[in-house]
Each structure stands twice: as C-alpha cells, then as structure tokens.
C-alpha cells in the first residue's frame, strides 16, 4: 500500500463477491478504474455512503462478483490484510508491442502498479507516444534510462532483436554498477535464460549476479483482453519475493504457473500457439456449418458460442476434457456419429504432431542465429 495514499479495505462479502473501499472522495477515481476492469462481472456498481461514526467523511464502496479463478488475479492478500503488489517500485519495459501494451493495461487498469511508476521506451516513438496518453505512463528516453532507473525490468522486444538489443546495452555498461536490486523479466518467446545471463551478466562477479536475477515468460494472447495463460521460470539468482512480484505483474493479464525451464518449449507449444489452434478449429466448425447451408454469421456465432460453452462448463463441472466428451456422446447419437470420423482419420494424433512440431521450432529458435 503507497505510502501518504488513501488506505483502503478489501471485504470477501460472500462467495466471490468483494467490497473496496476507500475513506474519501479523491480515492473515487481508482475505484471507478477498477470498476472498468471488474464491471464486465454481472452486478458490479459503485456505492457512495457515509457511517455514523465518521459522518463528515465520504466513503465509497466497489462491489462486485467476479468468477473464482480470478479472486487472486485482482485480490491477493498478505497476512496483514494489505494487497501484495508491485507499487512503490518502478516498472520500466524495454518495447511497446502488443503484448508490452497488454501488460502495461492491466497493470494500471487493476491497480497492480501506477502509471506514473512506468517507463516505457521503444524505437518507435509514435507508439511510445500513445501509450503515454492512453494510461499516462512515462516515456524514457532509450533502453539506458530503463536499466538504471527501474526496479523491475521487462523485456519486450521482438525475439529477433534480443541480442542485438541486449549487446547495445552490455556495450555501454548499463548493466555495470546498478545501485539496489533488479528484476529483469523477459516476454520474448523461445529466448532461454541463458542467452539473456550472457549479456546482462558478461564479466560480472556472483555478488552482482545476487543483485540482478532474471525470470523468463511465455505469455500468449489472450492477455490482451486479460484472459491470458503465462508459464514462467526463474534463473539460479532468483529469490521467493522475486517469483511472487513476478506473479503479481503477470496475473493482471490472467493465469500464471511456474515451471522449470526445460519445460517451457512445451510450454510455448500447448499455450504459447494454443490459441491459434483454437481458431483454426473454429475455422473448420464455421466452415461446416456454412457448408450445411447457415449464414456465415450464424455459423461463426455457433460454433464460438459451442466452444466458449463447451470450456465454461468443464470450469464449473471440474471434469476432465474425455469426461466431459463422453458424457455428452449418447449410444447412436450425431456426436458419436462426428467423433468417429475423427477417429478414423486419426484428428487427435495429428493435433499431437503439430504440437511436437511446434515444440520442436520452439526449441530451434531458443539457439543463437549463428547455431541454427
């Protein structure tokens, strides 16, 4: 909790349901940011009131409902009560992608980090530009200024110019002599921490190596909207504070789960690509339908509707994927009739390949350029 800032009151009123509150009109301004974040939930509004024993004070109270697998996404508690997040620490992110403007949304849209705490540089300034005005985060003026005066570091450029743009930063001695601590915290897919310890750590002593640990991410696109999977893992210099600070940013964009890093190349190959083969399905189920004689537009919004159904049921059922399949294929039935044609062309086991294939082009781009 920021220091000199309004102090506020989180209450688990019932099953997934919380209050945030804080003691004056100025805090109303955070409340209603998370309101945009959580009002997607069913109920969510903003109450004004004032209490018999501080009658001059205006409070204001958050209530909303919000599905259960996102409690510690918006609200993770240490045993103080306070919310454990990244704040009174600068976050800084070196590139301004996609995938960079994801995380910087989330961050600041549920309060996980302010906006005036984030500095952001990228080549291109257009884009630097708008993110500065869409969420008042601040431009820095190159990769440099990032290092040295952020706590935590992400790393967010195009894995093509990771070396290169590392190697520019180890040239000039950014990463000599840092006071304090680092946290540097890489999202470009299939880079192996060891290529990332080459360059921040050329020449550097253990004591400094203690000082600045590194922890690498897969995320996917579904952060975009905040309904993102990301599998990470730590280097040897990485503390237990490190990986929940690393968690907190994260979780802002969905769901996090930490691996060991020889695992990530199938990380990158189930969740990484996941989502692509979850359209290219939607693109065959649409297809089929438009095939049967529906309208385009009634055959995309089936089959979405199918799929979105199809997953909001096995979360609330809690059952496995054959489980669930099995329940709903009657004895005779159309579903048997559609799974026994995949059966017989063997559609699981060519699933299966395209994802060892894709684990296998993770683990080819993880090598340097010149050992490919």
């Keep these: 909790m920021r220091s000199g800032g309004a102090s ?49 004070c205006l409070r204001i109270c958050f209530v909303a409902k919000i599905p259960p697998w996102r409690d510690k996404q918006f609200f993770t508690e240490q045993p103080n009560g306070e919310k454990m997040t990244p704040q009174n620490r600068k976050i800084g992110f070196i590139g301004a992608g996609n995938m960079a403007a994801a995380m910087i949304g989330a961050l600041v849209n549920t309060g996980q980090a302010a906006a005036e705490d984030i500095c952001i540089s990228d080549i291109n300034r257009q884009r630097i530009s708008a993110l500065a005005q869409t ?9 440099t200024e990032i290092v040295a005066g952020c706590d935590i570091v992400v790393l967010a450029v195009k894995p093509q110019v990771m070396d290169e743009m590392l190697g520019a930063l180890e040239n000039t001695g950014a990463f000599e002599s840092l006071p304090g601590r680092r946290l540097f915290i890489s999202i470009a897919a299939g880079i192996p921490i060891s290529r990332l310890e080459a360059f ?55 769901r996090v789960i930490v691996f060991e890093e020889e695992k990530m190349d199938a990380v990158t190959a189930v969740s990484g690509s996941g989502p692509a083969y ?14 049967l004689g529906l309208e385009p537009s009634e055959a995309a919004t089936l089959a979405q509707a199918a799929i979105s159904g199809a997953l909001a049921l096995m979360e609330h059922q809690k059952e496995t994927p054959e489980t669930m399949r099995a329940r709903v294929t009657s004895p005779g039935g159309t579903t048997e009739a ?13 699933f299966m390949d395209a994802i060892a294939a894709a684990a296998k082009r993770a683990r080819e781009l993880s090598r340097p350029a010149n050992d490919k």
């Design 338 to 350: 559609a799974t026994r044609v995949l059966e017989e062309n063997d559609v699981k086991g060519v």
């Design 135 to 143: 969420y008042g985060v601040t431009p820095a003026a190159d990769n």
């Design 200 to 254: 921040i750590y050329a020449g550097r002593p253990d004591a400094d190596k203690n000082r600045m640990p590194i922890i690498r991410v897969m995320p996917n696109t579904p952060a975009l909207v905040g309904a993102g999977m990301s599998g990470m893992c730590a280097n040897a210099f990485v503390e237990p504070a490190d990986i929940q600070t690393a968690q907190n940013l994260l979780s802002a964009m969905g």
């Design 278 to 291: 979850a359209f290219y399905l939607l693109e065959a189920m649409a297809e089929a339908g438009r095939n």
């Design 8 to 56: 506020r009151e989180i209450l688990f009123l019932r099953s997934h349901e919380i209050a945030l509150r804080c003691p004056d009109g100025g805090a109303e301004k955070r409340v209603l940011e998370r309101k945009s974040r959580l009002g997607e939930a069913p109920g969510a509004r903003v109450l004004l009131f004032r209490t018999a024993d501080q009658p001059r």
